[in-house]
């Protein structure tokens, strides 16, 4: 029997060949609600983690260090001047949490629940950059940072009174509205932003905008020679 040959070429051409398939989540249906499911548990068990951590971890040696610099700086004492084992100024926003409490233990723990806030904004600001950064299987993404930062080693440190997620929190949510912008003040909002996170919080914050920069300029260009000619110049 002889078959009639299709009528048209079944290959695709022109628009459809260029059109672009979105990448499937995993596991379609079943895997989003197991998505869903991962990640409430992970938000759940992380949380009560966290809060148990601050309240109830011993205190490390850098804690106490860093407490009794705002200590010092509540009763008077100046920086940079009577005294020198110092980081960036936070320690002068923070005199009146330690001024309020007379245990120092609990003025500790009011100094771990301060700079708690500043890491759930950091991580807050993580979990923008890794959804806006995919098309689709925005829920993995999420899930993702979620459990990075509720691993019991990251944890540690989310707990504990380090302010520098301040810092990071002010240097990531900028760095996400560098990515969403396209004004023609972008760059210099980027780099007050984590000029202000730099001096107040964390001097290493101060890399992160000229890398970026540079890092932009050398993707718009189109080979590292012309980018490096077009910076010499």
Known sequence: MIQEAPVGDPSPSGDEATREVPARVPGGRGG?????????????????????????????????????????????VRPYLDFFEVHPPYFVLLAPVMARFADPCDALVALRVVSGVGNLAFVAALAAIAVSSVRSGRLWALLGVVAVAFHPAVLVFLAEFRIDGWGYALAAWSLDRFRRSRGRFRHAEMGLVTGVASLLFCLKIAMLAPLIVLFEGFLTRESPRRFLRDAGA
Do not use: N, P, T
């Open 32 to 76: 989003r609600a197991v998505c869903v499911l991962a990640l409430a548990g992970l938000v759940v068990a992380g949380g009560m983690a966290w809060r148990s951590a601050i309240l109830h971890r011993g205190f490390d040696y850098d804690e106490v260090l860093r407490a009794h610099e705002v200590w010092l700086v509540s009763r008077g």
